[in-house]
């Protein structure tokens, strides 16, 4: 590594400049970038602590090669075997300090338009002393008096939080799902290629919702049993086929001539996703057969393998898991989406039919390059102004930090909860996901038929 480099990271961990690759071969990286990525770096770091303090099997091999270690524990009057820094309690403890973390910076960077003042310069920088500042708050955590009543109020403040961004989650697919409709429509103008791909994008959903389904009726019902999975399986196809009628109903493409099956044809795949994965997490069920043995049903017979290797199913699941996650943080807080929330979409007459139509020729990924200000390997592309919302990025990670406090600890089975078991069916995890399915199709069906409730407004999607 170069001194120049050395010097720039030092810099970077210090002081207000941007954070680099430090790597010959990586390409210059732009300092709205570095600034997401380390943030995204500092929660990766939290959430993996809180899978290893959910962990039974790391808690039992410390306790069995760490010398003195229940005199360690009574040393930092953690409890004889440690008991508060492993379990739902200490992922509480620490996800609380993480959000308190990403909320400080939230009202720290409240209307902040341009990235030369003071409180942008603590944004993109000083990341040596964030760090420091994130390890105290976590710890600091394990220090509030009265835990029973922290803990207990802090799960409904967490349940509230995980809703909040799970409904954020939903609000940016359905405006997506409208989106690539409006782009793709307004190609039609100029080039009628644009109809099949319209057509065959629309196929091509409806056939993975469709099989979707027809596969969870084949392996997660039976003849005989069953009966809340069918019972769902009917509702959630059902509602497929709702939003599919509302949204080429005459009164509907009356008021919005943009709405067609290309959008719900994405809302029932995600549906059907939806319902596979609540169904994947549904405890199991056990009955006896006629020799009297234990048998499971309404699941997959591939899938009662699945769980053998339990530490192999643990690690790959939660590692998609939070990439799922982290990815949700990192595309919810782009300019694009902030405004999406705010209901300012760009004029209709001003689209230009794209493929990858969610990198804008004016959006922060297609910037020029000209006249922007150079460093060793960072790019000041903020030099005109902010290219992303700084408060909306920490408080969507604020209250991602919930929804994994939330996540890891089962939701509302957080004392039988831990990571070996996470993947193996929780009554929580499964209603959670049915109410988020059900959640997107109202939103969905909400602005099919708003236009029509109220005609004096108007509606940009």
């Known amino acids: 590594m170069s001194a120049q480099c050395c010097a720039g990271q030092l810099a970077c961990c210090c002081g207000s400049a941007g954070c680099s690759l430090c790597c010959d071969c990586c390409p210059k990286i732009r300092q709205s970038r570095s600034t997401r990525f380390m943030y995204a770096l500092y929660f990766i770091l939290v959430v993996l602590l809180c899978c290893i303090m959910m ?15 229940e005199d360690i524990c009574k040393g930092i009057k953690a409890g004889d075997t440690c008991e508060k820094l492993v379990g739902y309690s200490a992922v509480y403890r620490v996800c609380f300090g993480m959000a308190c973390f990403f909320f400080i910076f939230c009202l720290l960077t409240l209307k902040i338009n341009s990235s030369k003042g003071c409180r ?15 390890g105290a708050m976590c710890s600091g955590a394990f220090f509030i008096p009265d835990q029973e009543t922290f803990l207990n109020a802090w799960r409904y403040v967490g349940a509230v939080g995980g809703f909040i961004f799970i409904g954020i989650q939903l609000i940016l697919l359905v405006e997506f799902a409208h989106k690539w409709n409006k782009n793709w429509t307004a190609g039609t103008a100029t080039n009628k290629l644009w109809y099949a791909a319209l057509a065959l994008v629309t196929l091509v959903m409806y056939s993975i919702a469709t099989g979707g389904l027809i596969l969870m009726a084949v392996f997660y019902t039976q003849k005989d049993g069953c009966l809340e999975n069918k019972i769902l399986l009917g509702l959630n196809g059902g509602l497929c086929l709702l939003i599919s009628v509302v949204a080429i109903s005459p009164c509907v493409q009356n008021r919005q001539p943009h709405s067609g ?54 690690g790959l699941g939660t590692t998609l898991l939070f990439v799922c996650i ?40 297609t910037e020029e390059q000209q006249n922007v200000k150079e460093g060793p390997r960072v790019i000041y592309d903020e030099k005109r102004g902010t290219v992303y ?58 602005t099919l038929v708003a236009p029509l409730c109220c005609p004096s407004r108007q509606f940009s999607v």
């Not at 099997?57 to 306790?63: L, P, R, S």
Request: glycine share 4%.
């Open 55 to 69: 962990s039974k099997t790391v808690a039992n091999e410390m306790k069995e090669h760490i010398p003195f270690y």
């Open 389 to 446: 919302s700084y408060s909306y990025f920490h408080f969507v990670f604020f209250l991602a930090s919930l929804y994994v406090m939330m996540t890891v600890t089962s939701w509302f089975n957080y004392e039988s909860a831990n990571i070996e078991t996470f993947f193996s069916g929780s009554w929580s995890i499964f209603w959670v996901k049915m109410a988020s399915c059900w959640m997107c199709v109202l939103l969905y069906l909400g």
């Open 326 to 365: 982290l990815y949700s943080c990192l595309t919810s807080t782009t300019r694009s989406s902030s405004d999406a929330l705010q209901g300012r979409y760009a004029a209709p007459e001003l689209e230009v039919a794209r493929c990858c139509f969610c990198f804008g020729p004016d959006g922060e990924d």
């Open 120 to 134: 942008a310069h603590i944004h993109n920088g000083f990341w040596f002393f964030k760090l420091l500042l994130l």
């Open 261 to 314: 099956l290309l959008q719900s044809g994405l809302i029932s795949c995600y549906v059907t996703y939806l319902t596979f994965s609540a169904l994947s997490s549904k405890p199991v069920e056990i009955v006896l057969d006629e020799h009297g043995k234990n048998v499971t049903i309404c699941v997959p017979e591939f899938g009662q393998d699945l769980y053998r290797d339990e530490n192999l199913v643990t």
